[in-house]
């Protein structure tokens, strides 16, 4: 590359100019919007919301640097967020109707005074273990 203010030759990944000393290059480690791009992409996946608002701030501020990171943490996190809302959308309305069953159910056997079955009461012989036998007492 040539030093923008010399102009002489200057190697690549020379980050500054031998003769005069001015900065040429970026180094590959003096990339601000990777880290952002990088930190986007990482909270895309576990706070779709901080990932979605990274991204957009990474593709604004740094037009060319770790955009396509930036690129795919908004396109993540807005379909992982979209897929939360319509999960929750559907989740929270079916568990209201379940519980209202319930409910109902609940209040109808104490109208009619029904057994209720509990599924994992133990059998006679399990309770006749734990208990022991106390009709042999009387
Ligand atoms: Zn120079």
């Known amino acids: ?10 190697d690549n990944g020379t980050a500054f100019c031998p003769m005069c000393g001015a900065q040429v290059g970026y180094t590959p480690y003096q990339k601000p919007g990777m880290g952002l791009a990088i930190c986007a992409l990482i909270f895309s996946f576990i706070f779709p919301l901080v990932g979605l608002i990274l991204g957009i701030v ?3 501020k740094y037009q060319t640097e770790g955009k396509g990171m930036c690129i795919a ?4 996190s ?3 967020l979209f897929i939360s809302i319509v999960s929750t959308a559907i989740f929270v309305p079916a568990l209201n109707g379940y519980i209202r069953r ?3 159910a609940g209040n109808k056997r104490q109208e009619t005074g029904a057994v209720v079955i509990v599924e994992d009461a133990p059998s006679y012989s399990e309770y006749i273990e734990f208990f022991g036998d106390q009709t042999t007492d009387i």
């Open 73 to 76: 943490s908004v396109i993540i």
């Open 1 to 10: 590359m040539i030093c923008s203010r010399c102009g002489r030759q200057v």
């Open 78 to 80: 807005g379909v992982l």
């Open 58 to 60: 990474g593709l604004k």
């Open 102 to 104: 319930a409910r109902e």
